[in-house]
């Protein structure tokens, strides 16, 4: 019976996948799309050797950076990964991967290349906030559950609009929810405040570990065009240039905005799902939410 443990970036879920995996003797399998390629360790959080604390791990740094996330192909390679390993213990903090993974998204129409480098090629003359706007004029209900800046969601609802003359959201519709049959699930879930100063304290555990050497690497090495399609959390601010302590409170802010939009996605979609408050509660009790104690 897989176990899968979710939350939102800087919460602890990481941490709490390794001690599950240990109890189990089984293995941790990632399900955050970025932190599978390779390249992006510091900046996209993959567990350093230290943190995987001598437990297997799978699915970690494997894809190229040419890679370009997709949820349904993404869940198919992460449900590779599961079958694959004894005792899987998945961590993620992305709740549309993680449809991926389970199966859940609506069967969507193929959208023409041409189509899409259309789409691609409005964001990078006329900008994010634009094409959210023209989002918010054809599909308001869309429009609002994305962030301006969520490129890759918001040009690929524009593409799909523009393919099929329909709301992106209608198509999305009939998906199915919830926990699948078999599945023991835990959001780790810190508080507000709490969240906010994990996040503080681990971008400045990312920078100190060498976050902005690791982007200029990647960029000197060619792959800035690479790191403009994918636009993980954070690396287009260290890109756009600025003072360090600026760009520091530029990620936090980010970061921040992001953690509270994972949380939000976990509350709504998964209600029946286990919560668990890394600092406020024991271990113990998150192993008796997943029928472990």
């Known amino acids: 019976m897989p176990i899968a443990i979710l939350g939102p970036t800087a919460s602890g879920k990481s941490s709490l996948g390794v001690a599950v995996a240990r109890r189990l003797g089984g293995t941790v399998v990632n399900g955050d799309p970025y932190q599978a390629?390779?390249?992006?360790?510091?900046?996209?959080?993959?567990?350093?050797?230290?943190?995987?604390?001598?437990?297997?791990?799978?699915?970690y740094g494997l894809?190229?950076?040419s890679t370009r996330p997709n949820p349904a192909a993404f869940g198919e390679l992460v449900r590779g990964w599961l079958a694959a390993v004894p005792e899987p213990v998945l961590v993620t903090g992305s709740g549309l991967y993680l449809r991926g993974i389970w199966a859940q998204l609506s069967p969507l129409p193929e959208v023409a290349p041409?189509?899409?480098?259309?789409?691609?090629?409005?964001?990078?003359?006329?900008?994010?906030?634009?094409?959210?706007?023209?989002?918010?004029?054809?599909?308001?209900?869309?429009?609002?559950?994305?962030?301006?800046?969520?490129?890759?969601?918001?040009?690929?609802?524009?593409?799909?609009?523009?393919?099929?003359g329909r709301?992106?959201?209608?198509?999305?519709?009939?998906?199915?929810?919830?926990?699948?049959?078999?599945?023991?699930?835990?959001?780790?879930?810190?508080?507000?405040?709490q969240r906010r100063e994990r996040i503080t304290q681990r971008v400045a555990a990312q920078v100190a570990a060498?976050?902005?050497?690791?982007?200029?690497?990647?960029?000197?090495?060619?792959?800035g065009p690479d790191l403009e399609a994918l636009r993980p959390l954070g690396y287009a601010a260290w890109m756009g240039g600025g003072s360090r302590n600026t760009i520091v409170d530029r990620v936090i802010q980010e970061t921040q905005a992001y953690a509270k939009r994972q949380t939000t996605w976990f509350r709504n979609q998964l209600p029946e799902a286990a919560f668990w408050?890394?600092?406020?509660?024991?271990?113990?009790?998150?192993?008796?939410?997943?029928?472990?104690?």
């Open 167 to 193: 709301a992106p959201s209608a198509l999305l519709e009939g998906a199915p929810t919830g926990i699948p049959e078999g599945w023991r699930v835990l959001v780790v879930a810190p508080g507000r405040e």
């Open 277 to 293: 408050d890394p600092d406020s509660e024991p271990l113990e009790a998150a192993f008796t939410r997943l029928g472990l104690a």
């Open 114 to 164: 041409a189509t899409v480098e259309r789409v691609r090629q409005w964001g990078r003359t006329l900008g994010m906030p634009v094409l959210h706007r023209f989002l918010g004029a054809v599909d308001p209900a869309r429009a609002a559950s994305l962030h301006p800046n969520d490129a890759a969601r918001v040009q690929r609802a524009l593409a799909l609009h523009l393919a099929t």
């Open 37 to 59: 390629i390779a390249g992006l360790a510091i900046g996209t959080g993959q567990p350093s050797p230290e943190e995987r604390a001598g437990v297997p791990h799978h699915g």
């Open 63 to 65: 894809l190229p950076l």
């Open 210 to 223: 060498g976050w902005p050497e690791e982007v200029a690497h990647l960029v000197a090495s060619g792959h």
